[in-house]
């Protein structure tokens, strides 16, 4: 994978009040290769995936998609969005499936996934409708086109999610904990949707994860953040079976 890639993080700081959550985080994501994103609670990987959908701005530093600034540095030290019109193209190869599923609760199944395209991409009702059908196909779940997401389990309703990021086209996905609000029986269900769709290959994926096993399987590149860094990272075998870091190593044990 040599091409230039679909996302770098460079230098990215960010800090909530006084608390540096994020202290200087370069990450570079090829297109379609997927990393896994692994590390305690409150390293600040979330902050990372709501950075790059432009839910957050950086302290400093900025990150590039597609080799384009989200952010510019204005006098000052400020980080301001790069200009409107060009960050909503930009935002458009950009998806993401949350922790909570975030459905709009009125709409049925099929018109939580056409929404985006006709009123984002302004796609007609028609042809948004065909897309739609062939992602909630891809995901399993075809029949429920008319259900609404009260009458679905969490794992049906998070496959609707990616369904409805997928809908876009993104040239990369950040999957946020996906699984984490799941009850346990419905987990598999999800990674097995996720799995599949990493296997078609183009979409460059950042998986925030705690599923060591799904990163193992599915991840090209595994990065291990702590207390705001990049600690470690490599491919599945480097970091699963040689972790090097006192830090990573401590933190595997966990899961064993
Ligand atoms: P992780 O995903 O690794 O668990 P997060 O990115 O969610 O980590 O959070 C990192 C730290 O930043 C946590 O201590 C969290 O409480 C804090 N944090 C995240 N978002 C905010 C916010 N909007 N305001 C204040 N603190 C925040």
Redesign the pocket.
């Given at each position: 994978m040599t091409d230039y890639p679909v996302v770098r993080y460079l230098n990215i700081r960010k800090s909530?009040?006084d608390?540096e959550?994020l202290k200087g985080i370069d990450l570079d994501i090829a297109p379609g290769e997927k990393v896994a994103l692994i590390?305690?609670?409150?390293?600040?990987?979330?902050?990372?995936?709501?950075l790059l959908m432009t839910l957050?701005e950086p302290t400093s530093g900025t990150i590039e998609v597609n080799g384009e600034s989200l952010w510019h540095m204005k006098s000052g030290g400020r980080q301001v969005r790069a200009n409107e019109k060009h960050l909503h193209q930009m935002r458009s190869s950009i998806g993401m499936v949350f922790q909570h599923f975030n459905l709009f609760p009125h709409m049925t199944v099929l018109r939580n996934v056409t929404e985006a395209p006709i009123r984002v991409l302004g796609l007609a009702k028609e042809e948004a409708r065909e897309r739609a059908v062939l992602m909630l196909r891809k995901v399993g779940l075809e029949e429920k086109l008319d259900a609404y997401p009260a009458q679905l389990s969490g794992g049906q309703k998070q496959r609707v999610a990616i369904a409805r990021a997928l809908v876009m086209r993104p040239k990369v996905m950040v999957f946020?904990?996906v699984t984490s609000a799941l009850d346990p029986e419905l987990v598999g269900e999800v990674l097995e949707v996720i799995k599949e769709i990493a296997s078609e290959g183009e979409m460059a994926m950042l998986l925030?994860t705690h599923e060591m096993e799904f990163a193992r399987d599915v991840a090209d590149r595994v990065v291990f953040?702590a207390d705001?860094r990049i600690v470690e990272e490599g491919t599945p075998k480097e970091v699963f079976e040689h972790p090097q870091s006192e830090r990573l190593q401590a933190f595997l044990r966990r899961f064993r």
């Open positions: 909530f009040g608390i959550v590390g305690p609670s409150g390293s600040g990987k979330t902050t990372l995936g709501r957050e946020d904990e925030i953040a705001g």
